[in-house]
């Protein structure tokens, strides 16, 4: 099954992370260096740790942006540690190609957050 999420093909998953570097500027790199991992969704009892990974993108393929949202929502408040995002085509813009929930390192996005917020002041 992993080799499928994968498959959801690893060249749309690399095209994506380049597409998203003005919202997400450590996505194209954490990509390459095999730091996101991708899984199916089979509920939140199979949730695993993140382990070696920064962010871990669960594909569910059937779901609505509502039902995401819900799980999302859900899911930051049960797992405080981690920062839960979900990303829908139906947005459009910089939306994944699959209906996913993005499970991330919470303290690993803040420091990403506060870097490039220093880097934009610097720029200024």
């Known amino acids: 099954m992993e080799k499928e999420a994968v498959s959801v093909s690893k060249a749309d998953w690399t095209n994506y ?10 996505s194209k790199t954490y990509w390459a260096k095999q ?13 695993k740790p993140l382990g070696k990974y920064v ?7 059937n779901a609505s942006g509502r039902t995401l949202c819900n799980i999302h929502n859900r899911l930051n408040d049960e ?8 990303s829908h085509p ?3 813009g910089y939306s994944t190609p699959v209906p996913v929930l993005i499970q991330q390192d919470l303290a690993i996005l803040t420091n990403a957050r506060q870097r490039n917020k220093e880097l934009q002041q610097k720029e200024k």
């Open 90 to 92: 139906q947005y459009k």
């Open 55 to 61: 962010a871990r993108m669960w594909i569910h393929e």
């Open 17 to 26: 992370f380049a597409s998203i570097v003005s919202v997400c500027p450590w």
């Open 35 to 47: 730091k996101i991992d991708v899984q199916i969704w089979r509920g939140s009892q199979n949730i």
């Open 79 to 86: 797992r405080q540690h981690e920062e839960w995002l979900y």
